[in-house]
Structures are given as C-alpha cells and as structure tokens.
C-alpha cells in the first residue's frame, strides 16, 4: 500500500518569500511518480509538477521546484517567490508503477498555504 | 479548450435517491478515473478505467457504480445515496503516453461536482 503523509495543515507565508511545503512517501513500488496539485478557493485541481523516482535531477517548473530526497522519502514542494494568488490548498499524491493496487493517484491531506500582503 | 468536462457541477439528494454523475473529455486520453473528496481529506479513489470497456474498483468503490461508454465518456452512478456519500467528486483523465521512462502522466481534472444528500 501507498501513504502520502502532509505534516503542515495550514502556514501562513508573507508575499514574496519562498515556502516550502512538506510531503513524505511509503511504498514498496520499485518505481512511482510524485506530484503536487494546487486546489484554489474556487475548487478545481491544477497540476503543478511532477519528479519521476529515477529522475537524476530536482523537478523545476517556474516557481516550483522539488525538494526531491529519496532516500528520506520526502518530496517536498518549494515555491520561489510567493505571490498572493498562491494561497490555495496544495496536495501531494503519488503513483506506483503497480498503482498499489489499482491505477490511482495516493493523496496527502493537504497544506493550506495563505499568502499573506 | 475543454479538457475534463463533469455535469452537474451541484446536485442536491434526498437519501435512496439515486443519480448519475458524467464525465466527459476531449483529450483522446485511454484512462479515466472517479475520485471523492471528504473535508480535511484528500481524494480517494472510487473506480477508475484504463481503457474503453473496462472498469476496476480503487480505494472506496462500495455504494458506486461506474460505466466506461465510449473512450470519451465516464459515469459514475449512485444507486441508492446515503448522507455518507455527501461528498465532492471529481473525474480526471490520463494519457497513456508517459513522462520518462516509466510512463507516469499526470491526471488531468474536471471542475468536480458537489452532491449533498439529505
């Protein structure tokens, strides 16, 4: 089974400062994906980025990055530079190549961020 | 530029009821999925489907049923809604065609449906 383990259930971050946000990871997948999601105010699920478990390098995309520690089985969510439309809910999932059982994303319970002025 | 397209977007029940929640995209993507999210929790899955014609049941599948009409469309059906399926549910879609060498592609999601059952 899969365990997707968010320790932070809400931060308040001041604008324009970087955020980190904590996720951690259990499996016995030999390979598996990470992902973040933002959730705004409004609802929907945006895909942020994604780190593949035998990527040599740190997932970027914009203002994020992924604070990507394998062998702590952390993947942990780094925002640069925070912006007042940031304030949402973020949730980290994975994927095993067998989808622990079933072809599925895994999700945390999420981080509400508020980006304070 | 649609993607994952879910009616109805709010839905109200009174308990045996039942109702079916569509899904429909237009990114020619193989799978699909039923999710439901609960406050404070993340979203767990019900069913998912890998290609048309196929089903399989993930995390919480009991009360649910789901049907894979064609490579566009996914439903999910409440046969009879209990105040427990109160709940947000959203449908995604993903391509087959993955990133790197093991084929992980994010899911892509709709805009969910919120379903209260009184």
């Known amino acids: 089974a899969q365990k997707i383990t968010q320790t932070q259930p809400g931060m308040f971050v001041q604008e324009k400062e970087a955020v980190t946000l904590d996720c951690t990871y259990d499996?016995?997948?030999?390979?598996?994906?990470l992902f973040w999601y933002k959730q705004p105010s409004s609802g929907e699920m945006i895909f942020l980025i994604y780190?593949?478990?035998?990527?040599?390098q740190n997932a970027t995309e914009g203002r994020y990055s992924l604070n990507f520690q394998k062998a702590r089985k952390s993947a942990n969510l780094v925002i640069s530079a925070s912006q007042l439309g940031d304030s949402a809910m973020y949730f980290c999932?994975?994927?095993?190549?067998?989808?622990?059982?079933?072809?599925?994303?895994?999700f945390g319970k999420g981080t509400h961020l508020i980006i304070q002025p | 530029n649609a993607g994952v397209t879910q009616t109805p977007k709010f839905q109200v029940l009174k308990t045996g009821q039942s109702m079916t929640l569509q899904c429909a995209q237009d990114?020619?993507?193989?799978?699909m999925y039923w999710y439901r999210q609960d406050p404070g929790m993340g979203l767990r899955l019900i069913y998912y489907?890998?290609?048309?014609?196929?089903?399989d049941k993930g995390e919480v599948p009991n009360g649910y049923n789901v049907s894979r009409l064609n490579k566009r469309e996914f439903s999910l059906r409440l046969e009879s809604a209990a105040p427990s399926q109160t709940s947000v549910y959203f449908c995604?879609?993903?391509?087959?065609?993955?990133?790197?060498?093991?084929?992980?592609?994010?899911?892509?999601f709709g805009d969910g449906t919120r379903l209260s059952i009184l």
């Open positions: 489907s890998a290609s048309e014609g196929t089903t």
């Open positions: 780190q593949g478990s035998y990527d040599q």
């Open positions: 990114m020619n993507h193989n799978s």
């Open positions: 999932a994975m994927r095993g190549i067998s989808g622990g059982g079933a072809d599925g994303l895994t």
């Open positions: 499996t016995s997948d030999p390979s598996y994906g």
């Open positions: 995604a879609s993903r391509s087959q065609l993955g990133i790197g060498v093991w084929g992980h592609q994010p899911q892509h």
